[in-house]
């Protein structure tokens, strides 16, 4: 792995004619400890949000020892990766083959569902095994939330009783999880959830050993300020606190975002301008996905030795491809003057961005390079870096 000090020397140094993705370990590493030591329970990590052998690894030092994995393929990944990592299949629709060999092959134990059918799939595949921690996903509400995750998982009110008692039944540990859907904006998210827990476990009258409060706490990008992660955290601790669940219950989360958002940048260049659209070295079919298709904003900064002292302007982005829509409309503020052989650097994308990269068209990269620079923003640092005057995120 090359090393460099900063976003700006990568861009001076390297001139890369193709995208570079930027990794911080030490964000992702700070990122761990702060859940490690201040959530109320214990943080899985969601190996989608990214998969990165060297994050998963930067992860476990900081102290994150649990992952929750969707598919027999991170099952491998995280198993080959950290040997002694606890993995936890939560994806709430498996092949029957996938927890054969979870069960079999890497030891997974903790499995979720939202059917009967689910359940009697994990009985069959794990034969009727007795040290199962199932955990039975409910549908709730993703009105907090920048992503909704409400239409596909999740049993809903008619159906829990039923499903409660037979998972209970099968189970040595019994769990109840969900997830606010992703970028929830407010803790309110967590608690109206965990009513909806309540009111399940008061329904079906069975003993409850695991809340699993799943994912979605939010990162920092422009124009979605959250307040601190803290207040997500008390407001959490307290409706768990109130829960008629065994005294020894655990509680479990599962950040993807919150833990990886902050651990990967790009550095794209300009190719062309045309008014105020720049064209761009990556876009939707690499690291760029979520800005084309759900237009989400990540923060941007001009990477030139002498910085521009013009004023910021909104520009929307084409991506590298011929595909019409590989085009982010932002908007991303950057100086009036920057033109053809400028730089950028995209922030915030160490969750579902570098992820989610394909080789449509030709255009993909698989260069590197961690810098030791801070990330453009982040929800771990008292003080927002503000290190380049169009890197700074407007509060409010
Ligand atoms: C995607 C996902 C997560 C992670 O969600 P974030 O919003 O990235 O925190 C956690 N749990 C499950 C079951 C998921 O599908």
């Known amino acids: 792995m090359h090393k460099h000090p900063s976003a700006l020397g990568v861009a001076t140094a390297l001139k890369p004619a193709a995208p570079v993705t930027l990794i911080r370990p030490e964000a992702a590493a700070r990122a761990a400890r702060f859940f490690v030591e201040k959530f109320p329970g214990r943080s899985l990590y969601a190996v989608k949000a990214n998969p990165s052998p060297d994050l998963l690894r930067t992860l476990w030092d900081g102290g994150i020892t649990h992952y929750d994995v969707a598919s027999i393929a991170e099952v491998r990944l995280v198993a080959e990766t950290l040997p002694d990592a606890k993995l936890c299949f939560m994806h709430p629709v498996k092949a029957e083959e996938a927890i054969f060999e979870a069960y079999h092959s890497h030891g997974v134990r903790t499995f979720s569902l939202d059917t009967i059918d689910e359940l009697e799939k994990i009985m069959r595949a794990c034969r009727d095994a007795t040290d199962l921690e199932l955990c039975v996903r409910l549908r709730v509400s993703s009105e907090h939330s920048e992503l909704s995750l409400a239409s596909k998982f999740g049993a809903e009110l008619g159906e829990t009783r039923e499903l409660l008692m037979a998972t209970r039944q099968a189970a040595d540990a019994l769990g109840i999880c969900f997830h606010v859907g992703s970028q929830a904006m407010s803790p309110r998210a967590y608690?109206?959830?965990?009513?909806?827990?309540?009111?399940?476990?008061?329904?079906?009258?069975?003993?409850?050993?695991?809340i699993d409060v799943g994912g979605g706490f939010p990162s920092i990008y422009p124009g979605m300020e959250p307040v601190a992660l803290e207040n997500y955290f008390e407001a959490i601790h307290r409706g768990f606190e109130s829960l008629p669940v065994s005294y020894s219950s655990e509680l479990w989360c599962e950040p993807g975002r919150a833990l990886s958002a902050e651990y990967s940048s790009i550095i794209v260049r300009v190719e062309r301008r045309r008014g105020t659209e720049l064209y761009i070295t990556d876009g939707a079919y690499g690291a760029l996905f979520d800005a084309a298709h759900i237009g989400w904003r990540f923060p941007v900064a001009l990477l030139r030795e002498d910085e521009s002292e013009e004023e910021l302007t909104a520009f929307s982005f084409y991506g590298p491809t011929c595909d019409d829509m590989d085009h982010m409309v932002g908007p991303f503020m950057l100086p009036a003057d920057i033109g053809v052989g400028d730089y950028i650097e995209i922030g915030m994308l160490g969750a579902y961005g570098a992820a989610m990269r394909t080789g449509f068209n030709g255009f993909t990269s698989e260069a590197t390079i961690e810098v030791a620079d801070e990330p453009m923003a982040s929800l771990y640092t008292e003080v927002m870096p503000v290190r380049r005057r169009s890197n700074v995120i407007k509060l409010g």
């Open 191 to 210: 608690s109206d959830a965990i009513e909806r827990v309540r009111a399940a476990i008061v329904d079906a009258a069975v003993t409850v050993d695991i």
